[in-house]
């Protein structure tokens, strides 16, 4: 879904919308939001939550508000830089960026489509591997543990995790020693089995261990896995503003946080994140966007603002008439997505698309 933000001499910012709701409740508190800012107008996209009279623990606690104002929050950014004619990266504090790299997360390609469920056998997932590497991506990202979800009966590794490790080392065997390779477990795991799993995917070298259990939620069990771990610990993609995820940096539950711009306040929140953390921790954000177009390219201006060093994600393979959503067309090359050139994002949405592929409903 998308987020149109209209000012009065006609500048219109863009940003996605998603979360946890149905969409038309989603859609819904967000025109709320909207009516009350177009009533009581804030300065900028950093007042939009104490215009609305929302408070930070609110937002942390409750992510369909999160969500509502993060995507009001970037159409606002969005539709103000482009009103000032500077890029959306220029307008956050940043410089103008021809592009950003990525790293490739295969998982939505290989989702259940309109066609139906995908193969999701080892030798699939070395196919989607190979066909990642051959995109340009310098580091590939995939989802295995279909099959797991905690508790689990036995101690250690359990055997519904059996199949994920399959699946891994037949990736790893498809990209070769030089690709490093990120595995997302999406929280399916406990303490035993999360690290269980971590000593089990040193095996294959992965650089990069992702939600063995959802951090935010159960931050003492995180810890006590990142302890052990040899490679990077990951997650935190639902979480919202910059003191949470500073807490959890500085408390050590895990190496790399993941904001979202859909969910973390927005653009410009997702900047003054990389710049609170980044200079004493270089290299622990890393955006999460296994995003549509606009988000994709809002997170590329933000990862540029605030100069991040990791890859930014982009879920590839998804829909092949994907880039025609924006105008100009996503443009997406050798691993890297490229900025257009205009104000703001650079990029509107192709009311062509919209009319072919979207839907609408009333609110």
């Known amino acids: 879904m998308?987020?149109?933000?209209?000012?009065?001499?006609g500048n219109t910012g863009l940003a996605e919308l998603a979360g946890p709701a149905a969409a038309t409740d989603i859609a819904q508190l967000t025109a709320e939001y909207a009516e009350r800012l177009r009533l009581s107008p804030p300065d900028g996209e950093a007042d939009v939550t104490a215009q609305l009279g929302l408070t930070v623990e609110e937002l942390?606690?409750?992510?369909?508000?999160?969500?509502a104002v993060s995507a009001l929050r970037t159409a606002?950014?969005?539709?103000?830089?482009?009103?000032?004619?500077?890029?959306?990266?220029?307008?956050?504090?940043g410089q103008r960026t021809e592009s950003v790299q990525l790293y490739g997360n295969m998982n939505r390609s290989m989702l259940p489509d309109d066609n139906g469920p995908r193969d999701r056998s080892p030798e699939a997932f070395a196919a989607a591997a190979r066909e990642a590497v051959r995109r340009g991506?310098?580091?590939?990202?995939?989802?295995?543990?279909?099959?797991?979800?905690?508790?689990?009966e036995e101690p250690g590794l359990p055997e519904a995790a059996r199949s994920g490790i399959d699946r891994i080392v037949a990736v790893r065997e498809a990209i070769g020693p030089d690709i490093q390779l990120f595995v997302d477990c999406h929280s399916r795991f406990d303490l035993d089995s999360g690290i269980a799993l971590e000593i089990s995917l040193r095996d294959s070298n992965v650089a990069w261990y992702e939600e063995a259990v959802d951090g935010i939620e159960d931050p003492e069990t995180m810890i006590k896995i990142r302890e052990r771990a040899t490679m990077d610990v990951a997650g935190a993609e639902s979480g919202y503003g910059v003191e949470l995820f500073r807490r959890i940096i500085e408390g050590g539950v895990m190496d790399v946080v993941m904001p979202d711009i859909k969910f973390c306040g927005g653009a410009g929140e997702a900047v003054q994140i990389g710049r609170a953390l980044e200079p004493d921790a270089p290299g622990s954000v890393s955006m999460h966007s296994p995003s549509g177009p606009a988000s994709?390219?809002?997170?590329?201006?933000?990862t540029a603002a605030f100069k991040g060093t990791r890859p930014l994600e982009h879920a590839w393979g998804e829909a092949d008439w994907r880039p025609?959503?924006?105008?100009?067309?996503?443009?997406?090359?050798?691993?890297?997505?490229?900025?257009?050139?205009?104000?703001?994002?650079?990029?509107?949405?192709?009311?062509?698309t919209v009319e072919e592929r979207g839907r609408r409903w009333a609110l």
């Open 60 to 67: 942390e606690a409750d992510r369909p508000r999160a969500t």
């Open 76 to 93: 606002i950014a969005d539709g103000q830089a482009r009103a000032a004619g500077v890029s959306l990266s220029e307008f956050l504090g």
């Open 137 to 152: 991506y310098k580091v590939v990202k995939c989802a295995p543990f279909d099959e797991a979800r905690s508790p689990f």
């Open 2 to 9: 998308f987020v149109e933000v209209t000012d009065t001499d």
């Open 324 to 352: 025609s959503v924006l105008e100009p067309v996503e443009r997406i090359e050798n691993g890297r997505i490229y900025i257009p050139e205009g104000p703001g994002l650079g990029a509107s949405l192709n009311p062509a």
């Open 296 to 302: 994709q390219l809002a997170s590329a201006h933000a």
